[in-house]
């Protein structure tokens, strides 16, 4: 049996922008089939460190690996094998749902790699009703959906998600919520910045807390006895609080 390759490790990031430095020092690891949820207080970090995560920015210091391999370039392969939704949901406002996912399926195939259906994704992500629409007409939860489903159409190995819960109604955010339960068994790595609470412990595994730009704290999710104080660990680490957003069944699922 082959020994399973850790989609994404981050050792001694840090990131200087002039005099101001924002990380310092950042170890962290998601494994395959594992959701983590980094939190921090506005400015601490988060959005920096998934942007190193993904290729988006260089450290000034420390080591990327993608799927075990050391990755100072992030290159077009590694690219195939990640997703990343952030605040900017980079859609085409005059198309429809089902265009944009038929686009980005054509630019996949363009780069020699393949990208599942649009409208099984559309059903998945709460979006069938609204697949010839225009998005331009789309609420900001729709597109952050459809932002979503995008995502998935790639199959990516790791999936990266900034503040994914933003805007979304408390359907949205239990679909959401369901839908990455979904892919975490299916063995995908998502690592997700949110303030979230509700959401937070419904869908994680761990969440680490980004402080004075290094991980400050953690709390796993237990098996047994210790699933149930869960929330509290979370909660411990001090910067969330409970909204009405995700109720129990997907943290439910989370522990199966």
Not at 132 to 154: C, E, I, K, N
Not at 184 to 193: D, F, K, M, Q, T
Request: cysteine-free; aromatic content about 4%; glycine content about 12%.
């Amino acid at each position: 049996m082959s020994e399973a390759v850790t989609p994404l490790e981050l050792d001694g990031i840090g990131k200087r922008f002039g005099r101001l430095s924002v990380l310092r020092g950042v170890d962290l690891r998601v494994e395959a089939g594992e959701v983590v949820g980094l939190i921090g207080a506005n400015g601490s970090g988060k959005t920096t460190l998934l942007n190193i995560a993904v290729g988006l920015l260089a450290p000034t210091e420390g080591e990327r690996r993608l799927g075990g391999r050391r990755a100072p370039q992030v290159e077009l392969a590694d690219r195939m094998r990640i997703a990343f939704v952030t605040h900017t949901t980079q859609l085409y406002p005059r198309l429809t749902a089902r265009e944009n996912l038929r686009l980005f399926a054509e630019l996949r195939a363009a780069a020699g790699d393949a990208a599942a259906l649009p409208d099984p994704l559309l059903e998945r992500l709460g979006l069938a009703h609204a697949a010839d629409r225009m998005v331009g007409t789309f609420s900001r939860g729709m597109m952050q959906r459809l932002a979503l489903a995008r995502a998935l159409q790639g199959r990516p190995q790791l999936l990266l998600l900034d503040e994914p819960f933003t805007a979304l109604d408390r359907p949205g955010r239990e679909r959401l919520a369901e839908v990455l339960v979904e892919e975490r068994a299916a063995g995908l790595a998502v690592l997700l910045s949110s303030h979230d609470y509700d959401a937070v412990v419904a869908v994680t595994d761990r969440v680490v807390l980004l402080e004075g730009g290094r991980l400050g704290g953690e709390a796993r999710r237990g098996e047994g006895p210790e699933a149930a104080g869960y929330r509290d660990r979370v909660a411990a680490l001090g910067l969330l609080r409970p909204s009405a957003g995700v109720d129990g069944r997907a943290e439910e699922a989370a522990r199966a």
